[in-house]
């Protein structure tokens, strides 16, 4: 193995020993022109000083000497200097003592007297390039260890970020989900304030939104509709009958059995007209599909499109029961204000031609169960007139003001400012409100 794998610009140190001054002296020769520093010792004590002067890296020590002989010699330097490349110097008949400097000294090689010069250069030179290989070995084991060590700190670090970020992610993802919730139920609240503003252009006996929204959304709960479903379904309910708006206020007073002939056409176009209304509000635009065909008929004689059986949107479907369970109790299909009962009876008659078969089923079975104000059975929701609200209170039921306007949402949590507000407007209106309330959880207030 050549020397150049010593390290570049580092000299390497070779300590010769032995009591013959022309024996070190031969030694110098050989290594003259090689890159090492070379001290000298003539007996174990002088070499023991030599060694604890100087880092040497090399040593070649002769077997016999006074005092301290090379086997003692070499066993002290593997004691105390292991990293020092041992080379016993012995003659040719002295096996037994080369034997004893191997076991004890833990030599590298062995060089014989006489020698010749080139084996005597090739043993250190092969010696000290093994010195070097070893020594980067060890560095690099243990820059390797190092190396792992940290990796496994930086794995554990990144373990511990990986599950912070994590967590807060998953708050994140819980606090998205929250506010999208909340937008959602917001544009809910705003078709249903829209609504209002429907009621007001409408005579009291013909604003039928709230009514409608009450029967749709029972259904939605009673039989567990998807959140986005009811969503939807609730807009519609609200807006269903925003067209109407472009109608003269003589033609919304009248019921549809006493419309002409050019007031029938009017009718027939209302719901695209509401579709075409919400073209630009993109969160309604599921709810406008609805509103366009909820007059559509099962048998394909309802309007705008002619749609019939499961074309029909089934949202649209279930609409239009609500829709003319309402107005028929309120006489607008017919003179004649009809009880639910009554107003059930006719839907049940119909199936099969005006509404789906099936679904008019289970619609009857929910429309029939309900009151106009059913009895409070959850013990968490408490009924109180303003002056009982506290700030942080949650609405459990729409509240709507004498007019029909839409005051404050379902979920909504109240504040001082907002209880301020409806005691300033009950202050205006004859008899008070009523409102259904519970206090919040601490999730609630946490968030």
């Given at each position: 193995?050549?020397?150049?794998?010593?390290?570049?610009?580092?000299?390497?140190?070779?300590?010769?020993?032995?009591?013959?001054?022309?024996?070190?002296?031969?030694?110098?020769?050989?290594?003259?022109?090689?890159?090492?520093?070379?001290?000298?010792?003539?007996?174990?004590?002088?070499?023991?000083?030599?060694?604890?002067?100087?880092?040497?890296?090399?040593?070649?020590?002769?077997?016999?000497?006074?005092?301290?002989?090379?086997?003692?010699?070499?066993?002290?330097?593997?004691?105390?200097?292991?990293?020092?490349?041992?080379?016993?110097?012995?003659?040719?008949?002295?096996?037994?003592?080369?034997?004893?400097?191997?076991?004890?000294?833990?030599i590298y090689r062995y060089l014989a007297?006489?020698?010749?010069?080139?084996?005597?250069?090739?043993?250190?030179?092969?010696?000290?390039?093994?010195?070097?290989?070893?020594?980067?070995?060890?560095?690099?084991?243990?820059?390797?260890?190092?190396?792992?060590?940290?990796?496994?700190?930086?794995?554990?670090?990144?373990?511990?970020?990986?599950?912070?970020?994590?967590?807060?992610?998953?708050?994140?993802?819980?606090?998205?989900?929250?506010?999208?919730?909340?937008?959602?139920?917001?544009?809910?609240?705003?078709?249903?304030?829209?609504?209002?503003?429907?009621?007001?252009?409408?005579?009291?006996?013909?604003?039928?939104?709230?009514?409608?929204?009450?029967?749709?959304?029972?259904?939605?709960?009673?039989?567990?509709?998807?959140?986005?479903?009811?969503?939807?379904?609730?807009?519609?309910?609200?807006?269903?009958?925003?067209?109407?708006?472009?109608?003269?206020?003589?033609?919304?007073?009248?019921?549809?059995?006493?419309?002409?002939?050019?007031?029938?056409?009017?009718?027939?176009?209302?719901?695209?007209?509401?579709?075409?209304?919400?073209?630009?509000?993109?969160?309604?635009?599921?709810?406008?599909?609805?509103?366009?065909?909820?007059?559509?008929?099962?048998?394909?004689?309802?309007?705008?499109?002619?749609?019939?059986?499961?074309?029909?949107?089934?949202?649209?479907?279930?609409?239009?029961?609500?829709?003319?369970?309402?107005?028929?109790?309120?006489?607008?299909?017919?003179?004649?204000?009809?009880?639910?009962?009554?107003?059930?009876?006719?839907?049940?008659?119909?199936?099969?031609?005006?509404?789906?078969?099936?679904?008019?089923?289970?619609?009857?079975?929910?429309?029939?169960?309900?009151?106009?104000?059913?009895d409070n059975t959850d013990k968490s929701?408490?009924?109180?007139?303003?002056?009982?609200?506290?700030?942080?209170?949650?609405?459990?039921?729409?509240?709507?003001?004498?007019?029909?306007?839409?005051?404050?949402?379902?979920?909504?949590?109240?504040?001082?400012?907002?209880?301020?507000?409806?005691?300033?407007?009950?202050?205006?209106?004859?008899?008070?409100?009523?409102?259904?309330?519970?206090?919040?959880?601490?999730?609630?207030?946490?968030?």
């Open positions: 193995m050549p020397i150049e794998k010593f390290p570049a610009g580092t000299q390497a140190t070779v300590l010769l020993v032995d009591d013959e001054p022309n024996v070190t002296a031969a030694l110098r020769r050989i290594l003259r022109n090689r890159p090492y520093r070379v001290l000298i010792a003539q007996d174990g004590r002088q070499a023991l000083s030599r060694l604890e002067e100087n880092p040497v890296d090399l040593i070649v020590a002769d077997a016999r000497m006074p005092g301290m002989d090379g086997t003692t010699l070499l066993r002290k330097v593997y004691e105390r200097w292991p990293d020092c490349i041992r080379i016993f110097l012995t003659g040719y008949n002295d096996i037994d003592t080369t034997i004893k400097a191997i076991n004890e000294g833990q007297k006489p020698w010749h010069d080139a084996e005597v250069l090739q043993v250190i030179e092969q010696s000290l390039a093994y010195q070097y290989a070893e020594r980067e070995r060890l560095r690099l084991q243990q820059l390797t260890q190092e190396q792992n060590q940290a990796l496994q700190e930086i794995n554990g670090s990144l373990e511990r970020r990986v599950q912070e970020r994590t967590v807060e992610l998953a708050a994140t993802a819980r606090l998205l989900e929250r506010a999208n919730r909340e937008l959602e139920r917001s544009y809910v609240t705003a078709t249903e304030v829209f609504a209002s503003l429907i009621n007001q252009r409408l005579p009291q006996s013909r604003q039928t939104n709230q009514k409608v929204i009450q029967l749709v959304q029972a259904f939605c709960q009673a039989h567990k509709l998807p959140e986005e479903d009811e969503r939807n379904l609730t807009m519609a309910a609200a807006l269903y009958n925003i067209g109407k708006l472009t109608w003269r206020d003589e033609m919304i007073a009248l019921p549809s059995d006493r419309l002409n002939k050019e007031q029938r056409n009017l009718l027939r176009a209302y719901p695209g007209i509401g579709q075409d209304l919400l073209m630009a509000l993109d969160p309604a635009q599921e709810a406008a599909v609805l509103i366009r065909h909820h007059q559509e008929r099962w048998d394909g004689a309802g309007y705008p499109d002619g749609l019939s059986g499961d074309a029909i949107p089934m949202g649209a479907r279930l609409i239009k029961l609500a829709v003319d369970t309402i107005e028929m109790e309120m006489g607008m299909i017919q003179a004649r204000p009809l009880t639910r009962q009554d107003a059930l009876k006719l839907i049940k008659q119909s199936a099969g031609r005006s509404y789906d078969p099936a679904l008019s089923k289970a619609f009857i079975e929910i429309a029939a169960s309900m009151t106009e104000d059913e929701i408490l009924v109180l007139d303003t002056h009982a609200l506290e700030p942080g209170m949650i609405m459990m039921k729409k509240l709507y003001s004498k007019s029909g306007t839409l005051l404050l949402g379902e979920g909504k949590m109240l504040n001082q400012r907002l209880i301020e507000r409806l005691q300033n407007l009950e202050s205006h209106e004859e008899g008070g409100y009523k409102l259904h309330v519970r206090r919040p959880d601490s999730e609630e207030i946490d968030g």
